[in-house]
């Protein structure tokens, strides 16, 4: 009996120093996580963002976008607007909506389910709007685009105070990133 | 003016007052280090930066912690008795000035040179039992009237086996000099007792460690129990006396410790002081590594620790210290 308590006993010390251990190990390892405020993560390659516009090659400042509404047609959540116009007409007088921004689908003309203008004359586009409080992330506007305009930006830092600051301007946020010197519409 | 002020402090009443006035200074220093130190070791064994917010790595939180214990008003509960209510936080803080005063830092570097400082030491640091009994029972409150019993019953029962493993130390080196224990140690590490008596020495950290009210023995403040225990009702200074109380007792333990098993200021390369500062530093590591490792006893198995296995241990070791001792003679 008191051979069995001796026994016992050793094996509850042994068992203080296995927890010293454990906690020891966890004291010396090195840090995998960042001070968040003042360090920010490197590797974002794998990460999703809301999306962004592509610059076309040799010029950052114009958009890759040909403006054939698929990612506009296939938003399950219907957060993507674009206005566009042709170079005869004055920029946003081609396909106003001027509207109601949250439900594009209502006042956007190419929107239900149209096929995009038949003709190659060239487009401008005016503007490129994400909703992206309404955003899944789902990707489909990614996949869907035929002229790899649209990719995931690595903007993990995206914080707002409104709903508001969630409306992106995607086109601005192009343009931003490309000149330099000037404010860039968020971080990324 | 230089020759009048070592003429002073070379008397040993100025000594002493040189020594008591340095001793507060560090006492304060030293609370503020050791909480920031505790929060980071805490904070690192969880996984966690700790303090980081204030200054660079958080190191001016003592100070915002200091500034704001200063600055709290000082409430006595109704129907508390206010004398013993405000003399507990003194009660428990003087005394530990006063542990200072024989630790050997150095041959040279002790506050007062006296045959039997293990003594004093023993003394003066179980008033402070006497400080957690004022304050539990002048709060007039149960949490701390609980805590106060619990303190009390746990420093007498854990004080036997302290003093059992520094009796046998001190029948081995024969003294009770805190300079001479260590100065018997300083032939390099295999003369430390530490080697010599490693079972007093075990005897010796536990005990010291359910002294000083530490976790997994920190039963009189056991925050999910009794709110904080005897300082439930202190708030601002007092409370943060009772802090540095806490951790200046940590530092007596450990200095002890040093001095007794480690070699005191016995090392290579840099002067003894440091060395003993060093030990003393890594036995309060060890404390807070094991503050943040192991769970609060319950109370029986705390006294069933002390009466079934330190004291019976401490008495064998004792015998056989004695035996091996009166042999060699």
């Known amino acids: 009996m008191s051979m069995k308590r001796l026994f016992q006993t050793i094996k509850g010390l042994w068992s203080l120093l296995v927890g010293l251990k454990v ?13 968040y405020p003042r360090q920010e993560v490197e590797n974002l ?39 566009m116009h042709t170079p005869g007409e004055a920029a946003g007088a081609g396909s106003t909506d001027g509207g109601l921004f949250l439900a594009p689908d209502v006042k956007s003309p190419y929107s239900t389910h149209l096929s995009p203008p038949p003709d190659k004359i060239e487009r401008i586009l005016d503007s490129y709007h994400l909703n992206y409080s309404l955003c899944s992330l789902c990707g489909l506007c990614v996949q869907s685009c035929p002229a790899d305009a649209i990719r995931f930006s690595r903007n993990a830092y995206l914080v707002g105070t409104s709903r508001q600051s969630f409306e992106l301007d995607l086109l601005a946020r192009l343009r931003n990133q490309a000149t330099p010197g000037q404010p860039p519409a968020g971080r990324s | 003016m230089t020759a009048q002020l070592l003429e002073l402090l070379s008397h040993p009443l100025g000594q002493m007052i040189a020594a008591l006035a340095a001793i507060m200074a560090f006492m304060a220093v030293n609370g503020m280090a050791l909480q920031y130190a505790e929060r980071k070791v805490a904070g690192f064994i969880q996984r966690r930066p700790g303090p980081y917010e204030v200054g660079p790595h958080g ?27 405000w003399l507990a936080p003194l009660v428990s803080v003087a005394p530990v000035v006063v542990c200072f005063l024989p630790i050997p830092f150095s041959p040279l570097l002790t506050g007062m040179n006296i045959n039997l400082g293990l003594l004093l030491i023993l003394a003066f640091s179980g008033l402070n039992t006497l400080a957690l009994c004022l304050a539990g029972w002048g709060s007039n409150n149960k949490y701390s009237l609980l805590g106060a019993a619990r303190a009390v019953s746990q420093s007498v029962a854990y004080e036997i086996p302290l003093l059992l493993s520094v009796l046998a130390v001190a029948f081995q080196v024969g003294s009770l000099d805190l300079a001479a224990i260590a100065a018997s140690q300083t032939q390099g590490v ?13 005897i010796f950290f536990i005990s010291g460690i359910a002294e000083t009210n530490r976790a997994p023995f920190d039963l009189p403040e056991a925050e999910s129990e009794l709110t904080a225990g005897f300082h439930t009702e202190y ?13 200046s007792y940590m530092v007596v333990v450990c200095a002890v410790a040093t001095a007794l098993f480690l070699g005191g200021w016995d090392g290579p ?60 003679q």
């Open chain 1, 23 to 35: 906690t020891g190990g966890e004291l010396i390892k090195p840090w995998l996580t960042v001070h």
């Open chain 1, 45 to 83: 390659s794998s990460y999703r963002g809301h999306i962004e516009l592509v610059p076309a090659v040799g010029d950052p400042l114009t958009p890759r976008c040909i403006m054939c509404w698929k990612c506009v047609e296939i938003c399950p959540s219907r957060c993507i607007s674009l206005r």
């Open chain 2, 59 to 85: 190191l001016l939180q003592p100070f915002a912690d200091a500034g704001k214990l200063i600055s709290k008003q000082l409430v006595a509960p109704l129907g508390a008795d206010r004398l013993l209510f």
């Open chain 2, 190 to 202: 295999l003369s430390w007792n530490v080697l010599v008596q490693p079972l007093a020495f075990i």
């Open chain 2, 235 to 247: 708030s601002g200074m007092c409370f943060g006396i009772f802090f540095l109380a806490e951790y």
């Open chain 2, 269 to 328: 390369v840099f002067p003894g002081p440091w060395w003993f500062l060093a030990k003393t530093f890594a036995l309060i590591f060890a404390m807070m590594w094991f503050r943040w490792t192991f769970p609060r006893v319950r109370f029986d198995q705390l006294l069933n620790v002390c009466w079934k296995w330190l004291i019976p241990l401490g008495l064998a070791n004792l015998v056989a210290t004695a035996a091996i001792v009166k042999w060699v």
